[in-house]
């Protein structure tokens, strides 16, 4: 049940989906994989909407280059634990919120416990190495994985339903090499409230999420296009189910 304090916080809010959507967002339990250009935008949203619980994961530290995108990590943060720094700030938001903060690595061994009791994934990560453990993980739980890329003035988003939709795998193959790559910090903001709206939809269950579709952002003309997206039945991770 939600507190009379929470029913002053989140009015806006439930004047959209009620009480009971309300309840569902305090209820939901969320893997936010990075804590970087699309994890610390997604990361604010989601706490002061309302989701109780949050996992973020992310092994790097705060640096300097970090400063033009990644709005939760401050001057005073350099060299500390991305994760301390987001679980820092996030818990001063909304103390309503349950934050949990991993600094260690997503890996084979790692992804499936990280992702065993939460009802999404959000990819915020930065290579594709990572996203296709957390798509595996996804499948695996039977749970959506909402999926965020960017890079300069562009920005692309997508939201899996394993089995319903094609997974990350279905619409790329193979992504690009991991590596540093320019990006404007606005772009990240708008890909990662996309990513937030997605997960609020599904957990209220209000509104069509970007299933089957992938959100294709252009900073520099400001133009958004949606293109169909479809399984490819012989995919390596999603094929089977």
Request: proline share 3%.
């Amino acid at each position: 049940m939600l507190t009379t304090e929470e029913l002053k916080r989140y009015s806006r809010q439930i004047a959209i989906f009620g009480e009971e959507g309300q309840e569902k967002l305090k209820r939901g339990r969320v893997l936010l994989a990075g804590a970087g250009g699309l994890g610390t935008p997604a990361a604010v949203y989601l706490t002061l909407a309302g989701v109780g619980f949050i996992r973020i994961v992310d092994d790097d530290v705060v640096e300097e280059t970090n400063f033009n995108r990644q709005i939760l990590h401050w001057q005073r943060d350099l060299g500390r634990p991305k994760t301390q720094s987001v679980m820092e700030k996030l818990r001063q938001m909304n103390p309503y919120a349950d934050i949990e903060a991993f600094h260690r690595r997503i890996d084979e061994a790692s992804v499936h416990d990280l992702a065993a009791d939460v009802d999404v994934i959000v990819d915020a990560m930065d290579n594709f190495e990572t996203r296709y453990l957390l798509n595996r993980a996804a499948i695996a739980r039977r749970i959506p994985l909402m999926h965020g890329a960017i890079r300069e003035f562009y920005g692309q988003a997508t939201t899996v339903l394993p089995g319903q939709t094609a997974c990350l795998k279905c619409i790329f193959a193979e992504g690009p090499k991991a590596g540093s790559f320019p990006v404007l910090g606005a772009v990240a903001g708008f890909i990662a409230t996309v990513q937030a709206t997605e997960v609020i939809k599904y957990l209220t269950g209000k509104g069509d999420l970007l299933a089957g579709r992938l959100l294709l952002w252009d900073g520099l003309r400001s133009e958004t296009d949606s293109i169909k997206v479809g399984r490819n039945r012989r995919c390596i991770d999603c094929g089977g189910i």
